[in-house]
């Protein structure tokens, strides 16, 4: 019994999965161009389907693209003359303009369009049909005329879409700004949109084109989303000072929430915008009725005026870091602000007993694991600046237990393997950067990868190492913030070491020495020597980098710049600045950014 079953199972569903196969085997035909037998396997799944309308289009399709016009003209006829059907009056026309008939193509598509007088419920269907054939055109013209006969429906992003596929950037923005209007939580999409067609150039036609439609809005109806859409132009555009006008306008008519002004504070410091991130901070210190915003705008503002000082200003910023700490307490709130004080008590006072005192009583407090993990990470890098590598070793290897496969312990990983480096203990440190090649951040990973290429290409020159441990002094040096100290080892380098491999590595990394202290011609000269010298080795694209960056950004030099990006693009493909340096090229020669 079972036996028979399975027997008229079997005779039920081989039909459905030859049909099934024979459908997959003309689509296969098709697209490798093999026609004739396209045709032949879809009339037959026509002929087992009659009125199957996929199969009579693509049969139509088939005898297209075999030029039989007249063939897929008597198909069409066919069905056309039982029904009227518009798609298949689109089809028609489409037959007709392919046979250069332009003015009886015209007639069928204008039979189409006339339709959805009628039953503009058919709106979709027919603009779709148009599209399908790239005739943009007429299905814009049925969108726009199913949204006269039916105004509740909307096509705006129907055309939008199509609007930008001819180019016509202001149709575009025009009707993805209607869609806003009625749909505002679409922004988050529409500005996806937009960034294909702007650039950071303010004077960009299509830049103006944007902000003048948003500013009509603005004045006829004033909503969050308008300020909203202004203050992320200004944004794209590094115009950092006018989006805080749109931000206090809409924090002004809203002012449940200081998050935004936030976000444009820190875009502006990343960007390294300080005054305008400053006067944002303070905007929003005025505003803030919570401590956490309080607490967090205070210290952003002083991380940007320890990042601009000079050794002048550091007594005025001690005392306000004292008087913080004073107003707000020591307590687990105030843990970043803690952090941030040990920071510029070891880094830029050079007072490192007293930072690590400091983060020694910090460590009493009641802390969360992940909060006594990042004090003992500071603990253990001032004693790396103070030479006392076994115990920052240790505070490293209990952050890596305690905290176990987290970021934190990954960081810590990196830092024994580069306090290791520091000893001079270079295969030690190379067994734990080998490890961290897989770490799941990417930033510690390419750190880790950059270090062990440094050690790996060079502690073979000599059985002394001398050079890698020079190096890994002068290194330290900079870790300490001892910059003109380094500068002078990695001259020793230079001058001792020639011919060496680790030569263009103390050319570079004296090179970023020089941009710290603002030396850029002497950073530019460096740079040129590693393209002179060391144009094949790995360091070429980040000497390019460097130098389109000190151009674009220091210097003003636009032509220069460019040269330096472009070659990037040309020549160093795989480079992590690519697609970096390919967007500022674009830039800089004034195109939309896509």
């Known amino acids: 019994m079972r036996f028979l079953f399975y027997i008229l199972t079997v005779l039920v569903l081989l039909p459905v999965v030859s049909f099934g196969q024979s459908d997959a085997l003309a689509e296969d035909y098709f697209k490798r161009g093999d026609y004739e037998k396209a045709l032949i396997t879809y009339q037959k799944l026509y002929d087992n389907q009659k009125g199957s309308t996929k199969y009579m289009f693509k049969i139509v399709e088939t005898l297209q693209q075999l030029e039989r016009y007249q063939e897929a003209k008597e198909k069409l006829n066919e069905r056309l003359s039982r029904y009227y059907s518009p798609t298949y009056a689109i089809e028609m026309g489409y037959n007709y303009q392919l046979m250069d008939s332009l003015d009886m193509a015209k007639e069928y598509y204008n039979s189409a369009i006339a339709y959805i007088e009628e039953k503009p419920n058919f709106v979709y269907t027919v603009a779709r049909s148009f599209e399908d054939h790239a005739l943009t055109e007429q299905a814009i013209q049925v969108y726009q005329r199913g949204m006269e006969l039916q105004p509740e429906k909307n096509y705006n992003i129907q055309l939008a879409r199509l ?78 000072s006018k989006a805080f006008v749109q931000e206090k306008a809409l924090y002004m008519r809203f002012p449940e929430s200081l998050n935004r002004l936030i976000e444009l504070a820190s875009v502006a410091l990343d960007d390294q915008d300080f005054d305008i991130s400053l006067e944002v901070f303070q905007y929003i210190l005025d505003n803030a009725q919570d401590i956490e915003t309080q607490l967090l705008a205070h210290q952003y503002r002083l991380d940007i005026m320890v990042e601009t000082a000079t050794a002048k200003d550091y007594n005025s910023i001690q005392k306000n870091y004292l008087s913080l700490l004073e107003s707000f307490g020591k307590s687990e709130v105030t843990l970043a602000l803690q952090l941030s004080y040990a920071k510029f008590l070891a880094f830029r006072l050079q007072q490192t007993n007293e930072a690590s005192n400091f983060l020694r009583n910090t ?106 441990k ?27 070491h020639r011919g060496e491999s680790i030569i263009d590595e103390a050319l570079y990394k004296q090179a970023q020495l020089f941009e710290k202290e603002k030396l850029y011609d002497k950073a530019i000269t460096n740079y040129n020597l590693i393209l002179t010298d060391y144009r094949e080795e790995i360091l070429a694209d980040d000497a390019h980098f460097r130098l389109a960056e000190i151009y674009n950004y220091i210097l003003d030099n636009n032509e220069l710049a460019k040269q330096h990006y472009e070659k990037i693009i040309f020549e160093h493909q795989d480079s992590i600045y690519f697609i970096e340096a390919r967007k500022k090229f674009r830039l800089l020669r004034g195109d939309a950014i896509n």
């Open 363 to 468: 460590l009493k407090l009641n802390l969360a694991p992940f909060q006594e993990g990042s004090v003992k990470m500071l603990i253990a890098d001032i004693l790396v600046i103070q030479e006392k590598f076994n115990e920052a070793l240790i505070y490293y290897t209990q952050i890596q237990n305690n905290l176990k496969n987290s970021t934190l312990s990954q960081e810590a990983r990196f830092k024994v393997a580069k306090t290791s480096y520091y000893k001079g203990d270079f295969d030690w440190a190379e067994s734990q950067l080998k490890i961290l090649k897989a770490a799941t951040s990417q930033l510690i990973a390419n750190d880790a990868l950059e270090l062990k290429l440094l050690i790996s290409d060079n502690k073979y020159d000599d059985s002394t190492q001398t050079a890698l």
């Open 470 to 496: 020079h190096y890994a002094k002068a290194d330290l040096l900079a870790f300490q913030n001892n910059n003109q100290e380094a500068i002078s080892l990695l001259d020793k380098i230079l001058t001792e």
């Open 163 to 240: 609007y930008g596929d001819q180019g016509d950037v202001e149709g575009m923005f025009t009707n993805y700004i209607d869609y806003i209007e009625s749909n505002p939580s679409f922004i988050h999409n529409a500005k996806r949109a937009f960034s294909d067609f702007l650039s950071e150039d303010s004077e960009n036609s299509n830049n103006q084109t944007l902000r003048k439609l948003v500013l009509k809005k603005l004045q006829t109806t004033p909503e969050v989303f308008w300020y909203e859409l202004l203050s992320w132009q200004y944004i794209q555009e590094r115009a950092y």
